[in-house]
């Protein structure tokens, strides 16, 4: 086990990198705690896959140095950081069984036969697939063989982290669930620093205690799944994390606030202050679909506007309004009512208004 | 849609049956034809059954020559196998470099057999032969003409030359089509180089080698141009191989009857062992 911290990492796949744009990974610090249990969130092609590829040490980054517990391992190969990874596909050694499949790792690090049998059928019972032990790993169906996979990489038990890189992307959603859960048990069992790739927001949640958004070659926000929902960091970390995403709208400065075409919206006297202090013309104000009230009544604090759109889903209702131009997502409970092409009565609760200036959030400063 | 019930799709079939009737049945038919029968001439002609597969069967030279095809037949691919194998592991994996390997390792496949063996012829001699020469200048009493062990040597070593290249081009192949991701696998579970070569490359090069040990077998076990311009099957009989045996009883000593019933069971022979080869490589699949 290890503490991982990477230091101004930058990486670019082209041999000459020109402009930033050459760069998978651009200048990015960040801490794995030793025994954590982490996600890391972003779109595809972000660089995730690339960040995991240079913990592990099958990628050499461009720049930056990779530390395990202060020591600098950038020259060491991925056999020396003893280090496990379980990639997107399944891969199994086909000629072997299941057995030996998972023994294999446990065999190269020269661990006597009896500990192998015993920890491979911990692992086993743990994938639910003891009864598959002695089957030919090739005759094995995808998700099978994804267990197995991924039991190569839970079965050493002195390694540093292990790295699973969207691991359960052929698995069906109900197996998917379970295996989570267990991923979850293992790590709560042993304490393993774990850090998994994902592109599924509630895959990260149920997974990590703290979970890296990534996005642009950058992790934009580390935190728990609670902080990025209420002060996303990043305009991209409130589009991203909900379901619909953060409601972003370009504003200009105004007197009390900012304001967009001929609607003024009221800030908190604080970002009022921090906003005259900076000098970027890329303002936008963010909030949440959830945070949003609708009334069927103006009062002092409301803006009317037409709803657009409701669909329901089930538990509840995603309303498309249209302010002043503006569409936005207001999501409701069950029992709203309101027809389309009907007006509404917005307001914006203060607390949950964010202000982003170049893209990333205003903060209150204590 | 109507169905329409009647056999006359089987003419289409024709064009296939009759290729494969006038390439190799009715020839091989000949064969047979001549094999049960002595033939003195035109419409003297005798039916003798069985007689020219005994005498064949029970023939020394005919014996002896099949022992050697074996030994050859087995050297050849113990050698050539291993060694294929592993010139395809160091080639390098891509680049200009690679395809200058590629181009250089397929250079004797090119070449014609008979010149192969005219190269050898000369390369090997002790007077004029930087191989032969150079071995006689080392110290080692080197003859192909009159040993038979350097005759063996100097024949093995030819069809290694000749033919490995062809094992290490199929190989290589192989080797190029597994995937990345099991060699990075591979390197996160501390696989060693050698754990790599057993446990992901030679499972996945298996189907070529199948296809590599088959026509390595068949054409080492069929073998005559290189060996006949090589040494000309001696000193004596001994690198004179089955197909070497066969020509000089049908041609020099057109003794038609023998070298029929012979043919057949030479072909019988490759067949069988080709089958009890592959049956045996592929079992292993059908095993859960």
Same mark, same amino acid.
């Given at each position: 086990?290890?503490?991982?911290?990477? !230091?101004?990492?930058?990486?670019?796949?082209?041999?000459?990198?020109?402009?930033?744009?050459?760069?998978?990974?651009? =200048?990015?610090?960040?801490?794995? =705690?030793?025994?954590?249990?982490?996600?890391?969130?972003? #779109?595809?092609?972000?660089?995730?896959?690339?960040?995991?590829?240079?913990?592990?040490?099958?990628?050499?980054?461009?720049?930056?140095?990779?530390?395990?517990?202060?020591?600098?391992?950038?020259?060491?190969?991925?056999?020396?950081?003893?280090?496990?990874?379980?990639?997107?596909?399944?891969?199994?050694?086909?000629?072997?069984?299941?057995?030996?499949?998972?023994?294999? #790792?446990?065999?190269?690090?020269?661990?006597? !036969?009896?500990?192998?049998?015993?920890?491979?059928?911990?692992?086993?019972?743990?994938?639910?697939?003891?009864?598959?032990?002695?089957?030919?790993?090739?005759?094995?169906?995808?998700?099978?063989?994804?267990?197995?996979?991924?039991?190569?990489?839970?079965?050493?038990?002195?390694?540093?982290?292990?790295?699973?890189?969207?691991?359960?992307?052929?698995?069906?959603?109900?197996?998917?669930?379970?295996?989570?859960?267990?991923?979850?048990?293992?790590?709560?069992?042993?304490?393993?620093?774990?850090?998994?790739?994902?592109?599924?927001?509630?895959?990260?949640?149920?997974?990590?205690?703290?979970?890296?958004?990534?996005?642009?070659?950058?992790?934009?926000?580390?935190?728990?799944?609670?902080?990025?929902?209420?002060?996303?960091?990043?305009?991209?970390?409130?589009?991203?994390?909900?379901?619909?995403?953060?409601?972003?709208?370009?504003?200009?400065?105004?007197?009390?606030?900012?304001?967009?075409?001929?609607?003024?919206?009221?800030?908190? #006297?604080?970002?009022?202050?921090?906003?005259?202090?900076? !000098?970027?013309?890329?303002?936008?104000?963010?909030?949440?679909?959830?945070?949003?009230?609708?009334?069927?009544?103006?009062?002092?604090?409301?803006?009317?506007?037409?709803?657009?759109?409701?669909?329901?889903?089930?538990?509840?209702?995603?309303?498309?309004?249209?302010?002043?131009?503006?569409?936005?997502?207001?999501?409701?409970?069950?029992?709203?009512?309101?027809?389309?092409?009907?007006?509404?009565?917005?307001?914006?609760?203060?607390?949950?208004? !964010?202000?982003?200036?170049?893209?990333?959030?205003?903060?209150?400063?204590? | 849609?109507?169905?329409?019930?009647?056999?006359?799709?089987?003419?289409?079939?024709?064009?296939?049956?009759?290729?494969?009737?006038?390439?190799?049945?009715?020839?091989?038919?000949?064969?047979?034809?001549?094999?049960?029968?002595?033939?003195?001439?035109?419409?003297?002609? /005798?039916?003798?059954?069985?007689?020219?597969?005994?005498?064949?069967?029970?023939?020394?030279?005919?014996?002896?020559?099949?022992?050697? @095809?074996?030994?050859?037949?087995?050297?050849?691919?113990?050698? @050539?196998?291993?060694?294929?194998?592993?010139?395809?592991?160091?080639?390098?994996?891509?680049?200009?470099?690679?395809?200058?390997?590629?181009?250089?390792?397929?250079?004797?496949?090119?070449?014609?057999?008979?010149?192969?063996?005219?190269?050898?012829?000369?390369?090997?001699?002790?007077?004029?032969?930087?191989?032969?020469?150079?071995?006689?200048?080392?110290?080692?009493?080197?003859?192909?003409?009159?040993?038979?062990?350097?005759?063996?040597?100097?024949?093995?070593?030819?069809?290694?030359?000749?033919?490995?290249?062809?094992?290490?081009?199929?190989?290589?192949?192989?080797?190029?089509? &597994?995937?990345?991701?099991?060699?990075?696998?591979?390197?996160?579970?501390?696989?060693?180089?050698?754990?790599?070569?057993?446990?992901?490359?030679?499972?996945?090069?298996?189907?070529?080698?199948? &296809?590599?040990?088959?026509?390595?077998?068949?054409?080492?076990?069929?073998?005559?141009?290189?060996?006949?311009?090589?040494?000309?099957?001696?000193?004596?009989?001994?690198?004179?191989?089955?197909? @070497?045996?066969?020509?000089?009883?049908?041609?020099?000593?057109?003794?038609?009857?023998?070298?029929?019933? /012979?043919?057949?069971?030479?072909?019988?022979?490759?067949?069988?062992?080709?089958?009890?080869?592959?049956?045996?490589?592929?079992?292993?699949?059908?095993? @859960?």
């Amino acid at each position: 086990m290890a503490e991982i911290q990477l !230091k101004s990492l930058a990486h670019s796949y082209s041999e000459t990198p020109g402009g930033p744009e050459d760069y998978a990974i651009r =200048h990015l610090n960040h801490v794995w =705690h030793e025994g954590g249990a982490y996600a890391l969130l972003g #779109p595809s092609g972000c660089g995730k896959s690339t960040m995991l590829n240079i913990i592990s040490g099958l990628v050499q980054p461009s720049e930056g140095e990779v530390l395990f517990d202060g020591k600098r391992v950038n020259e060491l190969s991925p056999r020396d950081r003893n280090i496990a990874q379980v990639f997107q596909f399944p891969v199994v050694y086909d000629s072997m069984t299941v057995f030996d499949n998972l023994a294999f #790792p446990l065999k190269n690090n020269k661990i006597p !036969k009896s500990r192998i049998k015993a920890r491979v059928q911990e692992i086993a019972e743990v994938l639910e697939i003891e009864d598959k032990l002695y089957k030919k790993a090739k005759n094995l169906t995808a998700d099978e063989k994804q267990k197995v996979s991924m039991g190569r990489g839970l079965v050493r038990e002195d390694v540093s982290a292990i790295l699973f890189d969207e691991p359960l992307t052929v698995i069906d959603p109900q197996l998917k669930w379970k295996l989570r859960r267990k991923l979850k048990q293992i790590h709560e069992q042993f304490e393993i620093t774990m850090v998994y790739v994902t592109h599924d927001q509630l895959e990260a949640s149920t997974f990590a205690d703290k979970i890296a958004v990534m996005y642009g070659g950058q992790i934009v926000q580390f935190g728990t799944p609670t902080e990025l929902f209420e002060q996303p960091n990043h305009t991209f970390v409130g589009y991203f994390i909900g379901s619909p995403g953060m409601n972003l709208v370009e504003v200009e400065r105004s007197a009390a606030g900012v304001r967009f075409r001929s609607t003024q919206v009221d800030l908190a #006297p604080w970002q009022v202050e921090l906003l005259k202090r900076l !000098k970027s013309k890329n303002i936008k104000i963010g909030i949440r679909p959830e945070f949003i009230e609708l009334s069927p009544t103006a009062s002092d604090d409301t803006y009317e506007a037409e709803i657009l759109d409701m669909e329901d889903l089930g538990t509840y209702k995603i309303i498309t309004v249209q302010l002043d131009q503006q569409e936005m997502k207001v999501r409701m409970n069950e029992e709203f009512e309101g027809a389309i092409g009907s007006r509404t009565y917005l307001s914006f609760p203060q607390q949950w208004l !964010k202000l982003y200036v170049d893209e990333f959030l205003v903060q209150e400063q204590q | 849609m109507k169905k329409i019930h009647n056999n006359r799709a089987w003419w289409l079939v024709l064009p296939v049956f009759l290729l494969v009737a006038f390439s190799a049945l009715i020839p091989l038919m000949t064969v047979v034809n001549y094999s049960v029968q002595d033939i003195f001439g035109p419409g003297q002609t /005798f039916f003798v059954g069985t007689e020219w597969f005994k005498g064949v069967l029970g023939d020394e030279r005919l014996q002896d020559s099949l022992i050697r @095809q074996f030994m050859f037949s087995g050297a050849v691919l113990l050698i @050539q196998i291993p060694f294929g194998i592993g010139v395809a592991l160091m080639m390098p994996k891509s680049g200009i470099k690679g395809s200058l390997c590629l181009i250089l390792i397929a250079i004797p496949l090119l070449i014609p057999w008979n010149v192969v063996g005219t190269i050898w012829q000369v390369f090997a001699r002790g007077d004029i032969g930087l191989f032969g020469w150079g071995l006689n200048e080392l110290g080692f009493d080197y003859n192909y003409t009159g040993n038979t062990v350097d005759a063996w040597l100097t024949v093995l070593l030819m069809d290694v030359w000749h033919w490995t290249p062809l094992v290490a081009l199929l190989c290589y192949s192989g080797l190029r089509a &597994i995937p990345e991701a099991f060699y990075q696998a591979a390197e996160i579970d501390r696989a060693s180089k050698w754990a790599v070569f057993r446990y992901i490359q030679l499972p996945r090069l298996k189907s070529v080698l199948i &296809i590599a040990v088959l026509l390595r077998f068949m054409d080492s076990f069929m073998i005559y141009t290189e060996p006949f311009v090589l040494t000309g099957g001696g000193p004596g009989s001994s690198t004179t191989f089955l197909s @070497q045996t066969l020509t000089t009883m049908a041609i020099k000593q057109f003794d038609l009857g023998r070298a029929s019933a /012979f043919s057949l069971i030479y072909f019988l022979i490759v067949l069988v062992i080709s089958w009890l080869f592959f049956t045996a490589i592929t079992q292993d699949d059908k095993e @859960q």
